[in-house]
């Protein structure tokens, strides 16, 4: 299984600088560790670039420079500059209100194929998917909070094993073909359920058994970041 690819947005690494009695803070600070933790067990492949490179050394503490520069070693991959990602970054640029440092960084993770780009800025989480809305500019990165990234990861892995279990005890306890199994359920829901939540039902399994994420509600409610941000 192909290990997913990641790019944090430096106020990611700095989090554990920021005020720790701010929940979303302490959340946003636990989850780069289980990430940067999960890296270096081969579970995520993340990606350092020549911009985060450059806005580190912005920082005027030293402490914190060294700090990012050292969780840096956790990152497998080094994205150096390339005259493909200055396009992305001027197309961004002028297609959206995003500014040059966040296209660059977008840029960046679209350039070396990263499947997630995760950052702790609302507005430029806003911003981005505004731009993938228009669908002017093709990009295939998702931008996600590092505590939204992990909730929905866990909660993709719980569904997984859930299905990968009821199909090995059918076989193991010599059942009828799943198929057969199936046919007799939706049989039995149709006598409990009108014919609208039948439908929703099987739309659910067939999403759950597909690993396609539900759109309208992606996280558990008590879990997420939006839970946390109203607190």
Not at 50 to 60: F, G, R
Not at 100 to 111: G, L, Q
Not at 125 to 150: G, M, T, Y
Request: charged residues 30%; contains cysteine.
């Amino acid at each position: 299984m192909e290990r997913p690819k990641l790019y944090l947005d430096l106020n990611l690494y700095c989090r554990a600088f920021n005020d720790q009695t701010q929940l979303r803070l302490y959340c946003e600070a636990r989850a780069v560790d289980v990430i940067l933790n999960r890296a270096s067990r081969h579970v995520y492949e993340i990606y350092w670039s020549y911009v985060l490179d450059m806005e580190n050394s912005l920082n005027h503490n030293l402490i914190e420079r060294r700090i990012v520069i050292g969780q840096s070693t956790f990152c497998r991959h080094s994205i150096l500059p390339a005259s493909d990602i200055q396009l992305s970054v001027s197309r961004i640029s002028t297609l959206s209100s995003i500014k040059r440092y966040d296209a660059e960084h977008i840029a960046c993770a679209e350039f070396a194929g990263c499947d997630y780009f995760l950052t702790g800025d609302d507005r430029l989480l806003r911003q981005f998917n505004r731009l993938k809305a228009q669908r002017i500019f093709l990009l295939r990165i998702v931008l996600q909070n590092p505590v939204d990234f992990l909730n929905l990861r866990r909660k993709r892995v719980m569904k997984d094993k859930a299905v990968e279990e009821i199909e090995e005890l059918a076989r193991a306890e010599g059942e009828n073909p799943l198929e057969e199994v199936m046919r007799r359920g939706i049989d039995a829901l149709e006598k409990e359920l009108d014919p609208i939540e039948l439908s929703r039902f099987i739309s659910e399994l067939r999403r759950m058994k597909s690993g396609v994420p539900e759109i309208r509600d992606q996280l558990p409610l008590d879990k997420s970041m939006k839970r946390i941000r109203s607190n």
